[in-house]
């Protein structure tokens, strides 16, 4: 299994990105496809989570009503959609994947978000 993180960059506080996760080397139909991030000297932490098949989702509450999760099941993609960005956002943030609610057991490389004040 492979998740190929992309999409980051630098933005001004108030603007958008939409990262990317391209995901390949099985059927996802049963996985959970998640978002983390990591900040410097801060631990990993959740972002959002979408069901592959359903496309239940599930987000942090500090990006609740920013941040929108979604699939391309045609392109075994999902995007974090990114709005009204604050510079608190700024971190490396992950994709990853898990059978069903266990733990996740595959992760991309990260990408760099820098939200600038």
């Known amino acids: 299994v492979q998740l190929q993180a992309s999409g980051g960059g630098l933005v001004q506080a108030g603007g958008s990105l939409r990262l990317s996760c391209a995901a390949s080397?099985?059927?996802?139909?049963?996985?959970?496809m998640g978002w983390f991030r990591q900040a410097p000297e801060k631990e990993r932490e959740f972002v959002a989570y979408?069901?592959?098949?359903?496309?239940?989702?599930s987000y942090a509450d500090s990006v609740k009503g920013r941040f929108t999760i979604s699939r391309d099941t045609s392109k075994n993609t999902v995007y974090l959609q990114m709005n009204s960005l604050k510079p608190e956002d700024t971190a490396v943030y992950y994709c990853?994947?898990?059978?069903?609610?266990?733990?996740?057991?595959?992760w991309g490389q990260g990408t760099l978000v820098t939200v600038s004040s």
């Open positions: 990853a994947a898990s059978y069903l609610y266990k733990v996740y057991e595959y």
């Open positions: 080397g099985r059927a996802f139909s049963n996985y959970r």
């Open positions: 979408i069901m592959w098949s359903s496309g239940f989702t």
